[in-house]
């Protein structure tokens, strides 16, 4: 299993327990002279699922030709959405939302957003697997060390010492860390959607042809954890490749393009309805709040049991003190052909995972039993015999 402090062993690749990205430099690289990327009528730069947060510090460098009216140099970033980013030029300009004007395309391939340990810096996307979203609910279900030091949690967006967290999986320090600082961290335990009677809420919306993001009832875990329809249409969610209809993050869906006037918008939450509220289907041909019968066979444990009644050992049965058992009705066996049984024949009974058969064909003669897996009790044993393919003595 996975120790805190080491990676993953083979096996443990699935398990919560992830090692963080390195959070101390993170650079995007993206084609400035893409209009599909770079669009001169919004200000935005479009990267799917981004890592950059508002008012983050960044670096801008390109091999070519820099995209018009953004020189080479320090900008601040707005968070446009979770696919688009903007850039400002103060860190309070990007706070209200004021961007650079983007007045034409660079050229070349090569240009390049850098995130950075800086002195300035104090929020950071906290991911794994080279770009995964981490999912927390609590600071403490982080682990981070700076410089070989554990730091303390603290579930606030305004740490004091240490660190703490704020909305979409971001990490934020009571210190800007340094350049020199070095980083390690791993998450403990990813929060993930509870699979509850209440996951297949549906949320409704109505389009106005210029809103994009919605608040829903409750956190998506990511995009295909819910399926919309814009008047009964199914839409296609995006993915890390293609940009389509819809993205979700924590309990926000952004559409791609706003739905037109009067739309009518359902998003339903996928999940599991429990049998509070939905029907239980092929239970012994039974459906609703199903409820045990008699006459229901239950193997669930390897044990062959119907027509169940109460029954005790007989007193006297030497080493095996009086107890509770179950036995089963005599109309339930066929007895015939038996030798010694009868009529007297009194019932199965069941003790440490064995079954055997009670006789008081002569007074108070017993069977002797398989106890623990050797012969107890009596010796008047009339002979043996197998019901259900297990052993008995009669």
Excluded: C
């Amino acid at each position: 299993m996975s120790y805190i402090g080491n990676s993953p062993t083979y096996g443990d690749t699935t398990s919560n327990f992830k090692i963080l990205d390195d959070i101390s430099s993170y650079t995007l690289t993206f084609d400035g002279s893409s209009a599909s990327v770079v669009s001169l009528a919004d200000d935005t730069i479009t990267q799917l699922d981004h890592r950059f947060i508002t008012g983050q510090r960044v670096t801008y460098a390109t091999t070519g030709s820099a995209i018009g009216n953004l020189p080479a140099g320090v900008y601040y970033i707005i968070k446009n959405d979770q696919n688009t980013i903007k850039l400002a030029l103060t860190q309070a300009d990007a706070n209200n939302n004021i961007a650079v004007d983007f007045t034409a395309l660079g050229t070349g391939t090569t240009h390049t957003l850098n995130v950075a340990f800086d002195g300035v810096n104090t929020k950071f996307k906290a991911t794994y697997d080279n770009g995964t979203k981490a999912y927390f609910t609590r600071a403490a279900q982080l682990q981070i060390s700076m410089n070989g030091v554990l730091q303390q949690p603290q579930d606030t967006s305004s740490p004091t010492n240490g660190y703490g967290f704020d909305v979409d999986s971001v990490i934020v320090f009571s210190t800007a860390p340094l350049v020199t600082d070095i980083f390690w961290g791993n998450i403990i335990a990813n929060t993930f959607a509870a699979f509850d009677i209440s996951d297949n809420e549906v949320d409704s919306f109505t389009g106005n042809a210029s809103t994009t993001e919605f608040n829903l009832s409750r956190d998506a875990p990511d995009n295909n954890s819910v399926l919309v329809t814009i008047d009964g249409v199914v839409q296609y969610p995006s993915d890390e490749n293609t940009t389509r209809a819809y993205s979700v993050y924590d309990n926000k869906i952004l559409f791609t393009a706003a739905p037109g006037n009067g739309t009518a918008i359902q998003v339903r939450h996928i999940g599991f309805a429990g049998a509070v509220t939905s029907s239980v289907t092929g239970f012994y041909g039974r459906t609703g709040n199903v409820t045990l019968q008699d006459g229901d066979v239950l193997r669930g444990d390897g044990t062959f049991i119907t027509n169940v009644v109460s029954s005790k050992w007989r007193t006297n049965t030497a080493g095996i003190s009086t107890q509770s058992s179950i036995g089963v009705n005599t109309t339930s066996v066929d007895t015939a052909g038996l030798t010694g049984i009868g009529n007297s024949f009194q019932g199965i009974y069941v003790s440490n995972g064995m079954m055997i058969m009670d006789n008081t064909l002569t007074g108070n003669h017993y069977i002797g039993t398989a106890y623990n897996g050797l012969m107890a009790g009596p010796v008047d044993v009339q002979g043996s015999l197998t019901i259900d393919g297990v052993w008995v003595v009669v």
